[in-house]
C-alpha cells in the first residue's frame, strides 16, 4: 500500500523567487507531497496570482500567511506541513504561526534574523510535536552521507584538520543597485540579519563541516569585509576554526570571488586519512588513506555504505544533482511525518537538519561578526 | 492560469525495473503530467500489486496493457498519453495499440525489436495526429542542447571528426546467469533484438551524435563482440564513422569496460573549433577554438545560449544531472502535446526525439550487425 | 667510483629544430652524456654554424655526418654514440653509416621511410653488437613503466579492449603552406614516408598500446584521411585493431583535432581491472578494478611498484615531464651502452624501445595505408 | 657564438639528500653551468665520498665548505658561483663565506635560521656586487609567470582576495623518530629555525603569493599547531592575511594533510576577474572574468604572453615540471652572472628571487610565530 501524500502549503517563494521553485520540485520529485495552499509573495495581489500560476486551487491561493494558516487549519483537508522561503526576517514569525496553527515546518536558512529570535522559536518548538526542519540542503547529497558516515565509523581516524570554502562571484558587481530582487534582500541587514555572505553561504559551510566531521566548533577569529564600496554587508568572510578536542580549520564564504558559481567544497584530515568533497560535482567523494593511493568513491559505485545509498535513486554514472539533494531533505522529512502521523518515533536513520541546526547556525553568525569586530579575537560559537 | 497536466498511463516499469521509476521521476519534476494508470508487469498480478504499491487507484491498475488502453478509454478523465518501459520486443506493438486508442506515446529506446518493425510503427504514426516520442533522453540536457547550438551556428566551422563513446562496466562478468533481471533481457535477443550493447548503450551515442553534430551518419564499419564467454549478444561494438559530406569518425559501445559507470562522451572537431561533453559531468561543455584557449561552458554561466537556457531550472553550480535531462524530454513533449491540444502548431523551439529517431537507430543497429558480419565492410545505415 | 660520461654526437636537430634540442636536454638530465660532436643540419653552413651556437669545439662541428663519423673515428676520445635526429627518410642511411663507423645509434621515429628499408636496417644491425634504441620515448615515463607491470603482473586480468588515441591540433589549418618547417616535412612523403599523422604521431599510440598491453596487434581495419584539402599526407587517422589471442581495439591519430595539444591516451581493459593513463597528466594513472572504487596510483606515491620507482627522480607531487621521460630512454640506453663497455649483458630490468620497435611500427604504418586503400579490410601487420 | 658555462660549487646535498640532485639537474638542463666542486656533506667524509660518486675530480671534491672556497679561489678554473643546499641553520654562515670568497650564491630556503641572521646577510650581501639567489623554485614556472603577468597586466582588476595552500601529508605520523633524515632535522628547531611547516612550505606559499598577486602582505593572523604529538615544531599552520591596499588572504600551510603530495595551490580574485594555479598541474592556468566563461590557458598554448613563452622550452602539451621550473630559477641566474662577467646591467625580463625574498620569507615566519603565540593577534609581517 502506498502513504497519502503530505498535503504542503507554501510562505513565500512567489514569482522571481529563485528557491521557492527549487522547494516545489524536492517537494515533488520523490511523490510524498502535494502541494495544495500557498500565501506566496508579500503583497496579497502578487501572492494570489503566483498561486494561479503554479494551479492552486484559487480558493487555497491566500493573500497572506496568516489567511493560509486559517483557511486550511478549517478544511478536513487542509495543509499538515508548510514551507517558509521568505527573506530570513519573516522565518521566525512566520513558523511560530504554523507551529501554533499545528503544521510541521520546513523553513529556509539561516533560521532566523539574530540568535535571540532563534531561541525563541527553539522554546516554541520545544513545547510542540511538530517537526521543524531547516533545509541546510547539502547534508541531503548521498556522498555528504557517505562522508558523514566515514568520519564516524572511524575510516579516516581522529579528525586534525577541517578546511570548508563556499565560493561564489555572483556579488562581484554591486549586483543589489540594479533592482535584482536576490541581491537585494540578501544584502539588507534588515531582511538577512547581521550576515552577508556569512548568513547566506558561511552557514551552510558551518553546518556541512559540523554535520560530515561529526565536530563541534568551539571558536572563530573572524575577519569580516564588504569589499564591494558601499555594501552593508558582508561579501567575504574569512575565519579560522577550533573545534573541541583539538582540531583546527579554516573556513571561506566569498560572493565576490569571480570565477565561482557555487563552490562549496569541504576536506576533512584524520590521523589515518582524509575526505574531499565539491558540491559542483557531487557524485564522487575523494578519499585517501595514509600510505595508500586516492580513492575516488563514487554515489552508487563499489565501495558506497548504506547511508548513501538509502537516499540514492538511480545507478552510478547518471548523475544525481542538486535538485535530488534538497528532494532528500524534504523526503527525510515525510518520514519524519510519517511516523508522526502512526504515533511511532522517527526512524534512527532518518536525518534531516533540525531547529537545532538553524539555533547553531545564529550562533555562528553571531560569534563570527563579533570576532571580526574586535580584531579577530577567537570567540566562542555559543 | 496554469496549464492542466496530462493525464499518463503507464505499461512496463513496476518493481525491479530501472527505467520505469526513472520516467515517473521525470513526469513529476517540471509538474506537467499527472500518473494515474498503469499495466506495470508482464504478469496480472505484479502489474496490479505494482500500480498499487505506487498509489494509483485500484481501478485504474490494470492486469495488462489491452485493459488499461479499453479502461482509460471509457472514461471521461481518461489517460491522455501512455510511457512505455518494457524490454524492447513489447514496444511496437504496445505502441501501435496506444495509437490505435488516440494516445500519445512516449516510448523508450531501442524503439523496436528491429528495423522492419520500427518501420511498421512509423508508418502507423504517419496515418495518426498523436505524437511518439523516444527517449533518447541524453538531448535532454541542457549542455548537449548547447552543443547542438553551437554547431549549428557554426561556431566550430564545418564539421570534420565526431569521437563518441559510450562505455560501461556492469556487464563485464556473466551477470545475466546471476538472475539480475536488467541483464537478463538486455543480453537475450528474443527481448533485446540484434543490438547487446549495440542496442542497449550504442544508440544512445549514435542518437548523440548525430543530434549534436547535425550530420547523418552515411556507413559503418563495425566489429563486434560478445567478449564474455557465453554471452548471446554483443557486450562490446566499435565502429568507424563515415558522415555524408565527408566528416568520420569513431563509435565505441561497450559494457565490459571496467571502472565505467555511464561514461557517455561526444567529442566534435571542426575547422576551426571542437566541443567535448562528458555526461557524467554534465554541467559543463569544453569549447575549443583555433589558436584560442579552452573554455569551459557551464550550464547557466556566462556564455550559455537560449537553446541551452530554455531547458535550465536552477542557476549554475548547482548540479543538474540525469533526471532533470530526462525530465526536459518529458517536459518538451508535454508542450507538444498542449499544442495539440490546442489544434496549435507545435512551436518551432520544442525538440525531443521522435519515431524518426527510432527508426535510425534501429537502422544503426542492422547497419553494425551486417558489417560486423561481413568483416567489417564499409555498410549503409538506411 | 663514478661512470665516465657516453661521448655523444648528434644528425641533425640544429637551429629551428624542435626534437634535436629535446634529445640534448634528454642526454644531459641524468649526467650520463657528453654532447660533444654534431652535423647538426642539411647545408654544411648552417651544420656549422648551429655546432658554434651549442658551444661545440669547432673542430668537432662538422658539415655532414659522413665527415662527423670519419672525424670522430680517428679521435681517441671520439663519439661512442649518435643521436640520429633528421626528417625520416635520412633516418636509415645514417644510422647504416653510424653502425659502420662502430657507434650506437639513437634514433628518433618512425624509424624509416618504408617497412623494407627498416628491415635493411635490421639486418645490418643484427650483425652488430651496437645498440640501436629508437625513441619512442613515451615508455619512459613511469606510470606507462606501472601500467605495463601491472597488466603483465596480472592485476587487470586478461586484456579485452585497448583504446588508444592521439590527438594534436596543430595542423588543422594548411600549416605547411607558411613555411613553418615541421610541417613541411611531417606532411610530405619524400621525406616522411608513407605516414603522415600515423607516423609521426600514430605509431607512438601504435607503440605505447603494444608496449603497455604486452600483446600484439594482428591486424588493423583502418580510414585515413587528409582532411586538410591539399594536404598530401594523411592528417587524421581512425582504426580498429585485433590483438592477437582476442582482444580488441581502436586506435585514432589526428593532426587536426583542434583543442587537443599533445592528447595521448591509452586505456586498457581486461577481465578484472582497467587502467588509463593520459600524456598530459602524466604523474598519475587511473585504476580500476571490478567491484572496487578507482584509485589514483600517483609516481612515487603509495602503490608504486618498482618499474616505475627505478625511473623517478623525484618525489610524487613535484611533476616529471616530457623531458624526464625522454631523459629515461637516454639513461637506459647508457646503461646498456655501460654493460657492453663491460663486456656484460644488459641488465633485465633496462627497457627501451629498439629497432624491433622501429620495424613494427614501419610495419604498423604500411599495414594500416593498404587497410585504408582497399577500403577498411583488415590487415595484418607484419 | 655560445658562452661559457658557469663555473657551479656546491655545499650540501650529498647522499641521502633531497634537494641536491634536485639543484645538480636544475643546472644542467639547460647547459648554462658546470658543477665542478663541492662540499657535500657535514662530515669529511662523506663529504668526499659524495663528490666521488658524482664524478667531481677528487681535488675538488672537499671535506668542508671553507676548504673548498679556499681552494677554488686558488684555481684559476675555480668556480663563481655555490649551491647552498644544507639544512637551514648552515645557509647564512655559509653565504657569508662565499661572498667574502667572491662567489655568487644560490640559496636553498628559508635563507637563515632567524630574521635577525637573514638581516645580516642582507648586509652584507649590500656590499658586494655578488648575485645572491634564494630558491623560492615556484616562481620559475612558466604559468606562475604567466598569472604575474596577468595580475601586474591589470587582467584581473584590483586584488581582492588571495588564498593560497600548501598541503601535504609525509609528515602526518612521527617520522622523525624512525630515523628519516629529510624528517628529522626539518623538525629539529636547532636546524629548522622557528618554524616547522611553516617555514619549510609556509614561505613557499608566501613567497608565491606575494610574487603573483604583487601585493604585500601587511599583517597575519595565525594559529600554528604541532598537530603529532611531541613533535617540536608547528605542521599545521592556519592564518588570515591583511595585504597593503586592503585584499584580504588565507593561507594554509600543513605537512599533516593525508592525501595531500605537494598540494602548493594558488587562487586570486580580483574585481574582474580570477586565476588558480596548482603545483600539481602546473602547465595550466585557470583564468575567470566577469561575465566570461572560464579559460584554460595553458604553457605555449594560445593565449599565453611573454613572460611565460620566454622561460618555456617544449611545445604546449609536452608536460613541463618542477626539475624545469626550478632550472628556471639556474638559468635566470645564470643569466645576470652573465650581466656581471660582462659588466652590464641584469636585463628587466630577468626575474628571481633574491635577498629581498629571503629575508621577507624570515619576517613572515617570526611575524606568523608571534601571531600565533599571542592567540591569533593581528601581528605585522616587517
Not at 288 to 295: F, H, P
Request: charged share 20%; aromatic share 6%.
Amino acid at each position: 500500500m502506498s502513504i497519502p501524500r503530505i498535503r504542503l502549503g507554501m510562505i513565500g517563494g512567489g514569482q522571481d523567487a529563485f528557491i521557492g521553485a527549487v522547494h516545489r520540485m524536492a517537494s515533488r520529485l520523490d511523490d510524498r507531497y502535494a502541494f495544495v495552499a500557498g500565501a506566496l509573495s508579500s503583497t496579497p495581489e502578487r501572492s494570489i496570482a503566483s498561486g494561479l500560476a503554479l494551479g492552486l486551487d484559487p480558493a487555497r491561493s491566500y493573500p497572506d500567511y496568516p489567511a493560509m494558516l486559517e483557511g486550511e487549519a478549517a478544511r478536513s483537508d487542509g495543509i499538515e506541513a508548510v514551507a517558509i522561503v521568505t527573506p530570513n526576517h519573516v522565518h521566525v514569525p512566520a513558523a511560530k504561526a504554523c507551529l501554533a496553527a499545528g503544521m510541521h515546518v520546513i523553513c529556509d536558512k539561516p533560521l532566523a534574523a539574530s540568535l535571540a529570535e532563534a531561541r525563541e522559536l527553539e522554546a516554541v518548538a520545544a513545547g510542540s510535536d511538530r517537526i521543524v526542519a531547516v533545509t541546510y540542503n547539502y547534508t541531503g547529497y548521498p556522498m555528504v552521507r557517505q562522508a558523514r558516515a566515514m568520519v564516524a565509523a572511524g575510516e579516516i581516524g581522529k579528525v586534525r584538520v577541517v578546511q570548508v570554502e563556499y565560493a561564489q562571484g555572483w556579488l562581484a558587481t554591486k549586483l543589489e543597485d540594479s533592482g535584482q530582487k536576490q541581491a537585494a534582500w540578501r544584502t539588507d541587514p534588515a531582511r538577512s540579519g547581521a550576515g552577508g555572505a556569512l548568513g547566506d553561504i558561511g552557514t551552510h559551510a558551518f553546518n556541512l563541516a559540523e554535520f560530515v566531521s561529526g565536530g563541534e566548533v568551539e571558536s572563530v577569529a573572524c575577519d569580516l569585509q564588504a569589499t564591494v564600496p558601499g555594501r552593508r554587508l558582508d561579501d567575504n568572510a574569512q575565519m579560522l576554526l577550533r573545534f573541541k578536542g583539538g582540531a583546527r580549520g579554516g573556513l571561506w564564504a566569498s560572493q565576490i570571488a569571480v570565477g565561482h558559481e557555487n563552490g562549496l567544497r569541504l576536506r576533512i584530515y584524520g590521523e589515518t586519512g582524509s575526505l574531499e568533497w565539491l558540491q559542483e560535482e557531487p557524485n564522487a567523494l575523494r578519499v585517501s588513506r595514509l600510505g595508500d593511493t586516492t580513492r575516488i568513491v563514487t554515489r552508487a559505485g563499489g565501495g558506497v555504505g548504506t547511508e548513501a545509498a538509502r537516499v540514492t535513486r538511480i545507478p552510478s554514472g547518471h548523475p544525481e544533482g542538486y535538485l535530488e539533494a534538497f528532494a532528500t531533505i524534504y523526503t527525510e522529512v515525510a518520514r519524519a511525518i510519517d511516523a508522526r502521523r502512526a504515533g511511532m518515533p522517527i526512524p534512527a536513520e532518518v536525518r534531516f537538519p533540525t531547529i537545532m541546526d538553524g539555533v547553531r547556525g545564529m550562533a555562528f553568525i553571531e560569534a563570527a561578526v563579533r570576532s571580526s569586530t574586535s580584531g579577530g579575537r577567537w570567540t566562542a560559537v555559543a
